[in-house]
Each structure stands twice: as structure tokens, then as C-alpha cells.
Nanobody, 111 residues
Framework: QVRLVESGGGFVQAGGSLKLSCVASTSIFKLGWYRQAPGKQRELVALTAGGNTDYADSVKGRFTISRDNIKNTVHLQMTNLKPEDTAVYYC?????????WGQGTQVTVSS
């Protein structure tokens, strides 16, 4: 079982920045972030695995994912935030066989 603990998030005005962090209890191949807005499905925000990164089109150029393999951490630097970025953000960890989720952290962007 892999435990993921998130930190960061909060309330910010449009155009502002926030940084999310997640610590995994052990090394894991895939680390990333998903988000879920009210009434919507959970969607991929950014993912890193094997040196590769992937971003949702809606966040490209504004969000940056980074990881520290020694500390088993992943960060999401979010800039130029928009009201449509408002959601609960979940840390995701994935191996070949299993998926793991953090408890979620709220990000609210006011217009």
C-alpha cells in the first residue's frame, strides 16, 4: 500500500499562483495530479513517469510538474490560475498493477 499525503492548495485570485506538493510513502513509477470540479468527472492535470511528463491541454504553459525521486515527492506549480481551475486536486501514484490516491486538496480561484 502506498500512502500519498498532499499539501498546498487554498484560495487565490485569478492570475495568481499556488504550489501543490505530495509525498509518497515509497518509490512509485508514476506520480501526478488529477482534479475534480463539482459535477464533473475527475480529470488528468499532469503526470510524470520515467522522465516523461504529460499535461492536460487546459494547463499547458501555466502548470509545471516536477518530482524528486530521492524524497518521493511530486510538486505542481500552478501559475496564471483561472476560475475554471477551481477543483479538488488529487495526488496520484501508479505502478504497473495499482493506482493510489491522496485525500485531495481544494483549490479555489476567484474571478
Amino acid at each position: 500500500q502506498v500512502r500519498l499525503v498532499e499539501s498546498g492548495g487554498g484560495f487565490v485570485q485569478a492570475g495568481g499562483s499556488l504550489k501543490l506538493s505530495c509525498v509518497a510513502s515509497t518509490s512509485i513509477f508514476k506520480l501526478g495530479w488529477y482534479r475534480q470540479a463539482p459535477g464533473k468527472q475527475r480529470e488528468l492535470v499532469a503526470l510524470t513517469a520515467g522522465g516523461n511528463t504529460d499535461y492536460a491541454d487546459s494547463v499547458k504553459g501555466r502548470f509545471t510538474i516536477s518530482r524528486d525521486n530521492i524524497k518521493n515527492t511530486v510538486h505542481l506549480q500552478m501559475t496564471n490560475l483561472k476560475p475554471e481551475d477551481t477543483a479538488v486536486y488529487y495526488c496520484y501514484g501508479g505502478s504497473q498493477w495499482y493506482s493510489y490516491w491522496g485525500q485531495g486538496t481544494q483549490v479555489t480561484v476567484s474571478s
